[in-house]
């Protein structure tokens, strides 16, 4: 099963309205990541945030982390017709050493529709 | 300019057909992976390489397979027991992370259908 389930699978706004995007996951982590990907093209990176942080903002996004509850939120604010895409979290999970894997897990992504 | 070339980006292969698929970087990240994305579930992780010469499996590497002879190069073939190969197949690369997985930066992605 996915390590990351995103809430809601699907979110359609009007210009100008936030959007915001869930993300859980299982098991302990380094850092969760969040990736954009416009229809029928490769994904682009867009915040990391370490597990040892709690709020990150880049630009009109801010991303949240808590890791007790294993949860990531990711505000998209004053959205744009152009923020339309499937957003997607990634999580680097740790193994029982305590060290990374290397390599991302990937959610399911919520499909946002911004209206002009 | 530095980025992913993944090719071909469309690919129609007939049953029983093996298929492979390139990805060259030239960005000098040391980590390349191959994702597979259908329709409503995300990205799966197939195979990802750390190093040249060593790779591992991911999530769903049965009926695929890799090489890594060349820090550039990560080739994945789609072989003919790969049951449902119709996919969206995307390739990434990162900086090799001494603890925790870095960002990837991604390539446009090869559509495969199998006929």
């Known amino acids: 099963s996915q390590q990351g389930e995103e809430d809601p699978q699907a979110l359609s706004i009007q210009e100008g309205e936030n959007a915001t995007m869930n993300c859980s996951y299982k098991?302990?982590?380094?850092?969760l990541q969040w990736y954009r990907q416009n229809s029928g093209r490769g994904l682009v990176h867009l915040i990391l945030?370490?597990?040892?942080?709690r709020e990150k903002h880049s630009g009109r996004l801010r991303v949240t982390l808590d890791t007790s509850k294993k949860s990531s939120s990711l505000l998209i604010t004053a959205s744009r017709a152009a923020d339309t895409a499937s957003y997607f979290c990634?999580?680097?999970?740790?193994?029982?050493?305590?060290?990374?894997?290397?390599?991302?897990?990937f959610g399911q992504g919520t499909i946002l529709t911004v209206h002009p | 300019d530095g980025g992913i070339t993944q090719s071909p980006k469309y690919l129609f292969r007939k049953e029983g057909q093996n298929v492979t698929l390139s990805c060259e970087q030239n960005?000098?990240?040391?980590?390349m992976y191959w994702y597979r994305q259908d329709p409503g579930q995300g990205l799966r992780l197939i195979y990802y390489?750390?190093?040249?010469?060593?790779?591992q499996k991911g999530d769903i590497a049965e009926g695929y397979s890799v090489s890594r002879e060349k820090k550039e190069s990560f080739p994945l073939t789609v072989t003919s027991a790969q049951k449902n190969p119709t996919a969206f197949y995307l390739c990434?690369?990162?900086?090799?992370?001494?603890?925790?997985?870095?960002?990837?930066?991604f390539g446009a992605g090869s559509r495969l259908t199998v006929l």
């Open positions: 098991t302990s982590i380094n850092n």
């Open positions: 960005l000098n990240h040391d980590a």
């Open positions: 945030i370490r597990s040892n942080e």
């Open positions: 990434a690369s990162s900086i090799r992370g001494a603890n925790g997985a870095n960002v990837l930066t």
């Open positions: 990634a999580t680097a999970v740790l193994n029982a050493g305590g060290t990374s894997y290397g390599k991302l897990t």
């Open positions: 390489s750390q190093i040249v010469n060593d790779f």
